[in-house]
Structure formats: structure tokens, C-alpha cells
């Protein structure tokens, strides 16, 4: 560790408070020299993506989520209105439900918002929530599952009398996702117990023609915002899908937008020198060897980032991780990230990474500021910003004296502008590094499998209800009748059984349980 090094591997970009530090990943300048042809192809492959190409060939689609911080740069004026067109809509929309014009239909103001939706549909939303919704406007509340305990418990949060102040935002792409389907079946009859007509509380964030669009129309909601296919969820956070929630709550979301397109213009010069985000995908190709073989441990020293770890789980994860590259040939690709805060982990799971197995590198985020306002010594002469800081220096060295490598990304303070700052740096280096490794990072067709299974476990499911008699069958029996695989059979019934639909009488093993009505 050296100053010298520290400074010929440091970018930085002083208009921002921004700064990224590799110098302990120790990056090789002649492997970055033999690296040259693939960092020139992944500069154009972005630039070509930039300008509309179709950078998501499985699906067919354009990859625009560039284009909702500089509208100017979509390739069409039709496109262009798509993203300029809904902004001013939903700044409009926040204004008159913060000025009352918008309200409940007894006249109430909304003070609640419950968003409804998951994945890339709940975890932008919830990121800027945690990150920059202290003084929120309107406090929000979010079904992320289809957990019913989950939903009560959210629920009784807002309180029966809550409810007539609350809207509803139900987010969804594709507006056929179950569990967000369930989530707004159950706010529904939430609403209709408590007397309320749900439809006059609600907003819809889908595409366009969607089931979820046409109940919007038939329960008539609100208001309805577009989601454009050629963004994907999860990069959807400067869409309608992050936009509508954080303007409602009062989150500067032009200053949001402002920082992720200023990062944007800087990682989009065509130099690996100063290019932080290829800096970044650079680093994750060396770490790992271009095969994910390090997992990506992401650790902000800001209790408002905490959330940040698991909104860059699902960037990073369901953009890298594939099994075909471009050209059809197997890889396996991807990279493994989770994480949680410092310094708080340094009393969780540090030890493991300082003497454990060596599978990861660490990327620390450091924030320069530690409060707002006055601050006190905790004991003469430090502050409680003095100690965060020393944990992060020392967390850091410490790793890197036990061969461990690090990244270290440093903003001013956490604010929409360094949020959005901070999300598209990622944004670009997974686009970067999926040119680097050869794959599409903009389609998740491995989601579906598990979709799939469930979709046939209920069908079992129901199978097996209708199987049910007073006499006693084991699993074996109940899958006879209904053809279904023994084991699956069995959790049907377990299932069934836990939820009081089934009387279960225990055998010595699960093969002799049996169930009856
Ligand atoms: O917005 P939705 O269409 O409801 O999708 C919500 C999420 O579910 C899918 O399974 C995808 O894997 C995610 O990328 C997406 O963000």
C-alpha cells in the first residue's frame, strides 16, 4: 500500500466527490494491455446499444434504461415521448396528491403509499426508500411476496383506519407476475373488508395491454403509468417504476436522474484509463478470471446503503449469470454478490473473510460524510464518523495483508445525485463486463424454469384436494390416483396439512403419514 500506487490507480471525478480505488486489486497493466481488443469491442458494444441496437437479441429488444436519464440520446422522437411524456405525467401526479387534488374518495389526503410488485419492481423502489426516504412525504409500505404472514404484517403496519390514506402503486413489467398478482388480491380484499372501493386508491406501473393494465381499467384506478419493454426490471429504477414511488414520497428525482446521467457521461468515454465503470468491469474480469470464480462482497460503511448489496444481487446476478454465451457455447457465466454494511459485519462475517476461504473480493463504499449537522466526541478527541472511518481503513488493509483484494468507491454523502451516480456506474460495468465475457445481460430466461415448476405444483396441488376423502391414505395412494410423483404428492399434502386444510397422522417415516378430511 503506497500513495503512489493509491494515486496511479485511482479515478476520480472531482466534480462529482467521486473517486474509485483498485489499487489493491492490483491489476496487472500487461494482462490490462493483452485485454485492449476486448475493452475497444465492449466500448463500441455499449455506444451501438446507446444508439438502439437490439443489445438484447433473444428477446428481440432494444436496451434503452440509458436513455431515461438523457432522453435526448433514444434513437426515435416516438421513444424520446415515451420517456419525457410519463416524467412530466408523474410530477404532475405527485403534486396533486401532495396538494390534495388528488385523494382519497372521501376526500382524505393520501399519506401511505403500499407499493405492490418484486424483483426489479420492488427493489429500486425500495433501495431509494431506505437510501434517501427519511423525510419521505408519504411513508411507504411494500408487498414484495406472496407471504401472506408477510402481507398481514405489512398490513396491520398500515392499520385498518390507515387504509382509506393509502394508495396503492401496483408495479409490474409484464403485469402477469403471481405473486404481485396475489399481493394486489389481497390489498383488494383488504380494501373491500374495510368498505373501500380499492380501484379509487390505486395506480398500475405495467406495460402497456397488460392483464394488469386492462384490471386497471376495469376497477378504474387512478391513474396508470407505461413501462416500456426496452427497459428491464431491474434496471428500471429511472423508469416510471422508480420514479412514480420516489416523487410521490418527495425524493428530488431530477437530481436522482442528474447524477446517473452524469456518471453516464463520464463512463462513456472510450477510455479504460479513466473510465470507472470499465475500470470496475475490468476488475471483476481479473478477480474472477472472466469466470465469476471470486464472489463480489459488497459492503457500504452507511447504514442507508445497507440495501445496496441486494439491489446490485439482482443487477449483477440476473444480467452475468447465464449459461450460453452469444456465439451458443456453454459457459456458466456470472457473479456471485452479497453483502451487507460496515461496520457492522465486521462483527458477523469479517472473520470468515479475513481467514476464511479466499472465494471473494470486497468492494467497500465509503461515504466522506458522517452527519448532517453538529456532532459530538464519543470519546475525546473522535467522533462517531472517525470510528466508521477507521473500521473501513483498517477492515480494508487487514483483508489486503491476508492476500484478500478490495475496491474502494468513495462519494461525498448518500443524496438522490450520488444515488443515481452510484446505480449507473454498476449499470454500465455489468454492461461492460457482459461484452468482456460475451453474453446477453439483458434477458433471465432462467427465471422461468422455477416459474414453470410452480405453475405445475399447483396444478398437483389442486389434484390432490380433490382427492381428499375421510379414510386415511398415505402419498403413495393420493399419487396413484392422481398420477402425480410420490415426493411432490407428499409436500402437497404436508402443505395441506399445516394450513389446517387436512388432518395428518404420523407414521414412522414420511411414506407411512396419512391424511384425511
Ligand atoms: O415487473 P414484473 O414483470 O412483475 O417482473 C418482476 C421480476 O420478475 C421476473 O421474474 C424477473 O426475473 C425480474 O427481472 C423482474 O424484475
Aim: aromatic share 8%; hydrophobic share 40%.
Amino acid at each position: 500500500m503506497s500513495l503512489s500506487n493509491y494515486s496511479a490507480s485511482l479515478i476520480r471525478y472531482p466534480d462529482l466527490g467521486f473517486s474509485l480505488d483498485t489499487s489493491l486489486m492490483d491489476l496487472d497493466a500487461s494482462w490490462l494491455e493483452g485485454m485492449s481488443g476486448k475493452i475497444e469491442k465492449a466500448f463500441v458494444d455499449l455506444q451501438k446499444l446507446e444508439a438502439g441496437e437490439i443489445a438484447n437479441p433473444d428477446e428481440g429488444r432494444m436496451v434503452g434504461h440509458y436513455w431515461l436519464r438523457k432522453p435526448e440520446l433514444a434513437p426515435t422522437d416516438e421513444l424520446r415521448a415515451a420517456i419525457t411524456g410519463p416524467l412530466a405525467a408523474l410530477k404532475e401526479f405527485a403534486v396533486k396528491v401532495h396538494g390534495g387534488e388528488v385523494a382519497a374518495p372521501g376526500g382524505e389526503r393520501f399519506e401511505n403509499l403500499l407499493l405492490i410488485g418484486i424483483g426489479g419492481s420492488a427493489l429500486g423502489p425500495q433501495l431509494v426508500n431506505d437510501a434517501l426516504g427519511h423525510d419521505s412525504q408519504l411513508n411507504i409500505h411494500f408487498f414484495d411476496n406472496t407471504d401472506p404472514a408477510g402481507i398481514d404484517r405489512t398490513l396491520a403496519e398500515i392499520g385498518q383506519t390507515g387504509l382509506s390514506r393509502t394508495l396503492v402503486l401496483v408495479v409490474s413489467k409484464s403485469g402477469g407476475t403471481p405473486e404481485t398478482r396475489n399481493g394486489m388480491v389481497e390489498a383488494k380484499a383488504a380494501y373491500d373488508a374495510a368498505g373501500l372501493d380499492f380501484g379509487k386508491h390505486a395506480v398500475a406501473i405495467t406495460g402497456e395491454g397488460s392483464k394488469l393494465d386492462k384490471f386497471a381499467d376495469e376497477e378504474g384506478f387512478l391513474a396508470k403509468f407505461p413501462m416500456e419493454d426496452w427497459v428491464g426490471g431491474r434496471t428500471s429504477v429511472m423508469s416510471t417504476v422508480g420514479l412514480v414511488p420516489a416523487a410521490l414520497q418527495g425524493i428530488d428525482i431530477d437530481d436522482f436522474l442528474a447524477g446517473a446521467a452524469a456518471m453516464d457521461e463520464e463512463t462513456r468515454k472510450a477510455d479504460a484509463g479513466t473510465n470507472a465503470a470499465m475500470r470496475l468491469a475490468l476488475a471483476w474480469h481479473a478477480a474472477g478470471n472472466g469466470k465469476g470464480e471470486k464472489d463480489m462482497v459488497v459492503l457500504p460503511y452507511k447504514d442507508s446503503l445497507v440495501l445496496f448489496s441486494k439491489y446490485l444481487q439482482q443487477l449483477v446476478m440476473e444480467s452475468l449469470g447465464k449459461s450460453e454465451d452469444l456465439d451458443g457455447n456453454t459457459v456458466h457465466q456470472g457473479i456471485a454478490v452479497y453483502g451487507n454494511k460496515g461496520s457492522t459485519d465486521q462483527h458477523a462475517y469479517v472473520q470468515q473473510l479475513r481467514d476464511g476461504v479466499p472465494n471473494f473480493f470486497a468492494t467497500f463504499i465509503e461515504v466522506r460524510k458522517g452527519r448532517d449537522g453538529d456532532t459530538i466526541e464519543v470519546e475525546p478527541g473522535n467522533t462517531s464518523a472517525d470510528y466508521l472511518q477507521g473500521f473501513l481503513r483498517g477492515t480494508r488493509k487487514a483483508l489486503y495483508e491476508s492476500g484478500r483484494k478490495s475496491i474502494t468507491i468513495s462519494i461525498g454523502e448518500v443524496n438522490p445525485f450520488t444515488l443515481g451516480m452510484l446505480i449507473a456506474l454498476f449499470e454500465r460495468a455489468v454492461s461492460f463486463y457482459a461484452s468482456l465475457v460475451n453474453i446477453n445481460a439483458y434477458h433471465q430466461p432462467g427465471v422461468e424454469a422455477g416459474k414453470k415448476a410452480a405453475a405445475t405444483f399447483l396444478d398437483l396441488l389442486n389434484a390432490v384436494r380433490g382427492r381428499l376423502t375421510a379414510d386415511p391414505k398415505n402419498a403413495a395412494e393420493v399419487a396413484y390416483e392422481v398420477d402425480g410423483d410420490p415426493e411432490d404428492v407428499y409436500h402437497c399434502l404436508n402443505h395441506l396439512a399445516a394450513n389446517g386444510e387436512v388432518q395428518i397422522a404420523l407414521g414412522d417415516t414420511p411414506e407411512g403419514d396419512t391424511f384425511s378430511l
